[in-house]
């Protein structure tokens, strides 16, 4: 069993940035964020391998978000930058044992309680 938990979430004008943080109790294959507003499903964000740190993004936030981990801290962050308000919703952290690089929810195992991020316009 993983434990993942997430931090850094609030409320941010459009434009401004945030630091997300996801503390986990071990090292897994693959740790990503997917996020999920209000009436839509829980869509991926990003993720890292936490052997070769190979990173993954979805097209809309490519060039404004980073992922990035510390292996002694085995800790994983999402730094957002030019927020908008479309960003706006309830950020997972999630881990994976699998040897497979997924983009979906159901691709990983264990699952933080979410972070709530919103970006007033």
């Known amino acids: 069993q993983v434990h993942v938990v997430e931090s850094g979430g609030g409320l941010v004008q459009a434009g401004g940035s945030l630091r997300l943080s996801c503390a986990a109790s071990?090292?897994?294959?693959?740790m990503g964020w997917f996020r999920q507003a209000p009436g839509k499903e829980r869509e991926f964000v990003a993720a890292?391998?936490?052997?070769?740190?190979?990173?993954y993004y979805t097209d809309s936030v490519k060039g404004r978000f980073t992922i990035s981990r510390d292996n002694a801290k085995i800790t994983m962050y999402l730094q957002m930058n030019s927020l908008k308000p479309e960003d706006t919703a309830v950020y997972y952290c999630?881990?994976?044992?699998?040897?497979?690089?997924?983009?979906?929810?159901?691709?990983?195992?264990?699952w933080g309680q979410g972070t709530q991020v919103t970006v007033s316009s």
């Open positions: 071990a090292r897994t294959f693959i």
């Open positions: 890292i391998t936490w052997s070769g740190g190979n990173t």
């Open positions: 999630a881990a994976s044992y699998s040897r497979i690089v997924v983009t979906t929810a159901p691709g990983y195992e264990y």
